[in-house]
């Protein structure tokens, strides 16, 4: 089965940026979507950005559009997330998932994904 590994949490100021990556054991190609999530304590888990491995736009949560940024790389093993201008509200802990799309569409529900890593914390504070 496939394995998803975040790395790149870390806390930061209001302001300032970081860099999630997911790796995955194997190849993740057309007819999957890798996303990220976030929850934080109370709170339910959220799609904050998705990317439909086998092309199309990335979506992202209305909150985190034009700060953050979903890309792959080529081998379509490493899914990153660029998170630039972070906010307290953005402290939670991230998770990247992936699970079966339907074209290029990424479902929004975490229901639909079957594979998770193990999460990793982004803390945004002064």
């Known amino acids: 089965q496939v394995q998803l590994v975040e790395s790149g949490g870390g806390s930061v100021q209001p302001g300032g940026s970081l860099r999630l990556s997911c790796a995955a054991s194997e190849y993740i190609g057309g007819g999957f979507c890798v996303a990220w999530f976030r929850q934080s304590p109370g709170r339910e888990r959220l799609r904050v950005a998705a990317?439909?491995?086998?092309?199309?736009?990335?979506d992202y949560l209305s909150s985190v559009k034009g700060r953050f940024t979903i890309s792959r790389d080529s081998a379509k093993t490493t899914v990153s997330l660029q998170m630039n201008n972070l906010k307290p509200e953005d402290t939670a802990v991230y998770y990247c998932a992936a699970g079966r799309s339907v074209g290029s569409y990424c479902y929004g529900g975490d229901s639909y994904y079957s594979l998770w890593g193990q999460g990793t914390q982004v803390t945004v504070s002064s």
């Open positions: 990317l439909p491995m086998g092309g199309g736009a990335p």
